[in-house]
Each structure stands twice: as structure tokens, then as C-alpha cells.
């Protein structure tokens, strides 16, 4: 599993992440703003910019307990194949 250890405001919905493996890139979460549920408070760029990491599950965190799985962030940020437990 890729750990995120740390995190930047990009602008526009992005945040560029930094990982334990010395790799980063940046994630656009636009496509998460007409999804509804707990990602309707992405629309709110204050909201969106309270991000952070938590160190014990080593992945980007919002308040009101929302998470992405690391793994599937290191995807996105850096274009590198999911890990193999994750694909069928």
C-alpha cells in the first residue's frame, strides 16, 4: 500500500500529493463534484481545502470522516498500475 505523506492545495479542485515512495503528482477531484452524497460539500472550496493526512491510515482525509484509498490516489497522481489485490 502507498502511503501520502503529504498534501498541497493545486487550485480548481486539485490537490498534488506527495508519497512514501518519493513519487507525486496531482489528483483532480472535479469529477467527484456532481457525484451527491458527502461529496456535494467538495462544491464548497473552503470545504474542500480543509484536507488532510492522516498519519495512522496514511491517506487524504476531509472532516465528517470522509477518505480515499491510498492505493487508488497513488493511481490517479502518478499513472502507475493499482495494486494487484485491487484488480479482479
Do not use: Q
Not at 28 to 47: C, H, M, Q
Amino acid at each position: 500500500m502507498h502511503a501520502i505523506i503529504n498534501a498541497e492545495y493545486a487550485g480548481d479542485s486539485k490537490i498534488k500529493l506527495f508519497f512514501d515512495s518519493g513519487k507525486s503528482g496531482i489528483v483532480d477531484f472535479s469529477a467527484y463534484l456532481n457525484r451527491g452524497g458527502v461529496f456535494e460539500l467538495f462544491k464548497n472550496e473552503e470545504y474542500f481545502k480543509k484536507f488532510y493526512i492522516d498519519h495512522e491510515i496514511k491517506t487524504l482525509c476531509w472532516p465528517d470522516e470522509i477518505d480515499f484509498n491510498p492505493d487508488v490516489l497513488y493511481y490517479k497522481a502518478t499513472g502507475e498500475p493499482l495494486s494487484e489485490w485491487m484488480n479482479p
